[in-house]
């Protein structure tokens, strides 16, 4: 809970800008601590969200950091150390 509190407070700050990945709709984040009322599967298994356009910063925003990560092992979403990060002007 103490978790889920921070991820709330936290929610109008930007997203972290070493967070790479996709979400892969495993619907973890959806189930902290409980599973959201919201929280739907397809036929493939795979989650949504049945209020989509009108989810808050919070969810939007999941994983925002690596220190609010809880769902490391399943999440699509990863962190990389600032060092590792390619800006466009060294890519080429
Ligand atoms: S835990 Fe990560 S991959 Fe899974 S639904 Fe949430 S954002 Fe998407």
Known sequence: MKNKLKRFTT??????SNRQGECNR????????FPCPFLRYDEKGLSYCSVYLLRPPSCRKYPRTVSENM???TCGYYFVPAKELVTADESV
Do not use: D, F, K, N
Not at 11 to 16: D, K
């Open 71 to 73: 769902t490391p092992e």
């Open 11 to 16: 929610s109008l700050l930007p997203v972290a």
């Open 26 to 33: 495993c619907g973890e984040c959806c189930r902290l601590p």
